[in-house]
Structure formats: structure tokens, C-alpha cells
């Protein structure tokens, strides 16, 4: 078996750019709604199928929510969404769920820094790429997987954008 990488995708990819250009425009509430919901929807579910019973990720994108909605606290919803990290860790020898415990962990750290909403793209590309394909195919079928899923994220940020958005999030991309 070839070494999985843990992340697919790279920072000077045309899609990446396009969606870090996207995400610029937007405020942090936006960003981390859009980074959450994508994540239930789409990257959630890999991990669920191997892990039916582990409510760690949910509980992490959930507590997110919470707070976005005031009712808890920062450090409250810190607490819970380290467990995805911790469940990231757990799913080693797993790369499918492990890439998604991943992105979920990055996605909800997205309330802290928002440059974490990255974290989604490549670790969610990996996530779906690994459920989808497996990991022993070409970089080429690797890199085509997550183009298309950066370009259906940012279709999905494009859906709740705010047009001149107000507090547009200030970013130093660091990739």
C-alpha cells in the first residue's frame, strides 16, 4: 500500500485560491456556519459509517452551533470540539474516517482562527477521496477528487454568502 497522505490538496491550487479569495469576502460567523454545515452533511457521515456509535464529531459540530446561538460559553464549546481531535487520533489505520475526524476538528477550531476553515478542504477532499476510491490510486485521481470537492464547497459558501458583507473576516493566510 502506497503512505496516505493526510491531507489532499494544495495551497496554490487554483481551487484552494479561489476559495480562500471566497472566504476573504466573508465574516467568521459565515465561515464557521458554512465550514459546520458542510461538515455535517457531507464529511460527518464517512466517519458515522465506521464508527456508528461514537458521537464525538456531532457533539463537536453541535457545540459549535451552541455557541454560535449563545447558548454556551466559548470555553465550554472548546471543551467538546477537542474530542474531535482525540478522535482523529483513535482512528489511526482508518484514513477515511481519521481524514474526516480531521477536518471536523479543523472546521470546528474554525471559531478560534478562522484560516482553519482550510482544514476542511484538505482534509474533507481526503475524507471523501478515501471513502470514495480507496488509497492506493494515482496522485492525479487524488488531485482530481479534491478539485472537485473544493469547487462543491465553495458552491456551498456561494449559497450563504452575504453580498458586501459588512465584517468581512481578516485573514494572513500562512500555507
Known amino acids: 500500500m502506497a503512505k496516505v497522505r493526510k491531507m489532499l490538496g494544495k495551497a496554490d491550487s ?15 460567523n459565515t465561515i464557521v456556519k458554512w465550514c459546520n454545515e458542510y461538515a455535517r452533511e457531507h464529511i460527518l457521515p464517512i466517519y458515522e459509517k465506521d464508527y456508528p456509535n461514537d458521537f464525538r464529531l456531532k457533539n463537536s459540530l453541535s457545540a459549535i452551533n451552541e455557541y454560535l446561538e449563545g447558548n454556551i460559553k466559548l470555553t465550554e464549546a472548546k471543551k467538546i470540539i477537542k474530542q474531535a481531535q482525540i478522535a482523529a487520533r483513535e482512528a489511526e489505520g482508518n484514513p477515511a474516517s481519521q481524514a474526516a475526524a480531521r477536518a471536523i476538528g479543523a472546521t470546528t477550531a474554525t471559531i478560534n482562527t478562522v484560516t482553519s476553515s482550510l482544514g476542511l478542504a484538505f482534509y474533507g477532499s481526503a475524507s471523501i477521496a478515501y471513502s470514495t476510491v480507496g488509497v492506493n490510486e494515482t496522485l492525479e485521481v487524488y488531485d482530481e477528487i479534491a478539485a472537485r470537492e473544493c469547487k462543491n464547497m465553495e458552491d456551498a459558501l456561494r449559497k450563504v454568502a452575504i453580498t458586501d458583507e459588512p465584517n468581512p473576516a481578516k485573514i494572513k493566510w500562512s500555507c
Not at 14 to 28: A, F, G, V, W
Open 14 to 28: 487554483p481551487y484552494i485560491l479561489s476559495l480562500m479569495r471566497l472566504i476573504e469576502t466573508q465574516s467568521k
